[in-house]
């Protein structure tokens, strides 16, 4: 055990420090003098004249500060007990705890690996692909240290920004365990999940959704300025509300290459390997939905207005979902399944995150009852052209629901469909013009783009480690159950 600890803590510090050094590489000429991009202008200090007097700067609003930090812990809820329960009730019972104990770890590994450097890399200015270090170890953050929002003048606390970014990073992960569950090595998860982290997640997510904000925007050259900073795919216009791309496409194309890298579970094909508890599916699945809303409103970052049109979109699309996935599995079965609910449940939601602040209500519905019955082919029909084991179907609902849900963006956003369209922040009103060729293929960028880094990267990452401490449990080993095995815990006394 001491082994693989050390082996563990040995592959962090590579990470971190592979991780620095390219950052460093990229941003020296901006590391010296640049502040953190995504905090608000400092108060200026009194000038001599008065009638040079600066604008106060802008103050955080209460609602909106207690909407974030409830929106953060909805999130959080998501992760442990909602995911948590989800996959456990989906494993079976000798692995159970096993799938607890790797969620639970990996939202904290995470969490502490996103304030040392995470949010610096994702959310501060550097390239167009990685952030710099302003932010490291959280540096120079404060209680007054605000972060910009999507509006002009309105900002809220950074360390309430920074810890509901810190949420999606860390579900984010935990999503790609299912792909590979009930034969991998703990240790072997964790040194996978630090890289992957470090050279998948973080660059995606500054790529995706890193900008200043839209205060210094006034005309033209100025949005033209500020656009320059920002990540590769939000200078090219992609539409991700709350992590089509960053979040689902990003593990579930992680998922599906670790199924690969280690292989089928002793018996896939040929045992049973049916879901232990679906009460806990059930569960795990409502809590999901019940965390959504703080996954998708919260990422309005305001209590406003485009936060209600994700609130409402999330409810219906998911309720859509739900019917969609249930009748198509009625006809094609004979009869509808608790698990299929819960399934379609996940995959509406899956599906209108990244639409959900910028689509109408009836879109939403649209790509809900989408979602259901295309995700259903996802687990069914496509998994076995792949042939993969891809134990907990992460690919077939995440990343078959998050490319769907990203392309179908590009076009119930026309405000002709009922969509908001895309904002001008020159002209302080949404763009009278929208194409919705265009921006599919934008949208078409974004997928591309998530599903090449990460799967390059996740492919360099499994290999790393299996070559290191080996990827997979053996043989006696997995067929105890990896409860046993590897934490020496029983979930149930028999």
Request: glycine letters at 12%; proline letters at 4%; aromatic letters at 12%.
């Amino acid at each position: 055990m001491l082994t693989w600890i050390k082996q563990l803590v040995a592959g962090s510090a590579m990470a971190m420090a592979i991780g620095f050094t390219g950052i460093t590489v990229t941003s020296v000429a901006y590391a010296d003098d640049a502040k953190p991009a995504v905090t608000a202008p400092a108060a200026a200090t009194t000038p001599a004249a008065p009638a040079a007097a600066a604008a106060p700067a802008p103050t955080p609003n209460k609602g909106d500060t207690a909407w974030m930090m409830v929106s953060t812990a909805l999130v959080l809820l998501m992760t442990v007990p909602g995911l948590a329960l989800f996959y456990g009730g989906l494993t079976r019972s000798k692995n159970v705890l096993s799938i607890l104990m790797q969620c639970m770890v990996i939202f904290s590994v995470i969490t502490v690996l996103w304030a040392i450097y995470g949010y610096s890399i994702a959310f501060t200015e550097g390239g167009a692909f990685f952030g710099g270090m302003d932010r490291l170890f959280l540096g120079g953050m404060t209680p007054d240290s605000n972060a910009a929002t999507f509006s002009k003048g309105i900002v809220i606390p950074e360390y309430v920004f920074m810890a509901f970014q810190a949420v999606f990073a860390t579900i984010t992960c935990c999503l790609i365990i299912g792909s590979f569950a009930e034969r991998a090595k703990f240790s072997a998860i964790l040194l996978f999940m630090i890289l992957w982290f470090t050279f998948s997640y973080l660059p995606i997510a500054h790529m995706v959704w890193f900008w200043p904000g839209p205060d210094d925007i006034k005309d033209a050259a100025s949005l033209d300025a500020i656009t320059a900073k920002a990540g590769w795919l939000w200078q090219k216009g992609i539409l991700d509300f709350a992590g089509g791309t960053v979040v689902h496409i990003n593990a579930a194309i992680a998922g599906l290459v670790g199924s690969f890298a280690i292989g089928k579970r002793l018996g896939y094909g040929k045992e049973a390997m049916k879901p232990h508890n679906l009460v806990y599916v059930m569960i795990g699945a409502s809590l999901l939905w019940f965390g959504w809303f703080g996954f998708n409103a919260g990422s309005a970052l305001e209590a406003n207005g485009s936060a209600a049109l994700a609130f409402v979109n999330t409810y219906l699309a998911t309720a859509a979902a739900v019917i969609g996935w249930s009748l198509a599995e009625w006809i094609s079965k004979g009869k509808p399944s608790m698990l299929g609910a819960a399934s379609g449940c996940v995959a509406g939601l899956v599906a209108i995150t990244p639409a959900a602040g910028f689509v109408g209500p009836m879109g939403a519905l649209i790509i809900g009852v989408l979602a259901g019955i295309i995700c259903l082919w996802g687990v069914t029909g496509l998994k076995k052209m792949l042939g993969s084991d891809d134990s907990l179907d992460v690919f077939g609902i995440h990343g078959v629901g998050g490319i769907l849900g990203a392309l179908l963006t590009g076009v119930f956003a026309a405000p002709s469909l009922g969509g908001t369209g895309i904002y001008d922040y020159v002209a302080n009103a949404v763009a009278p013009e929208y194409s919705i060729v265009s921006q599919l293929w934008i949208q078409s960028q974004g997928v591309i783009t998530t599903l090449i880094w990460s799967g390059v990267v996740s492919f360099i990452a499994f290999k790393l480690v299996d070559l290191m401490i080996g990827l997979r449990v053996n043989e006696e080993e997995e067929r105890e159950g990896l409860d046993i095995s590897s934490h020496s815990e029983e979930a149930y006394e028999i």
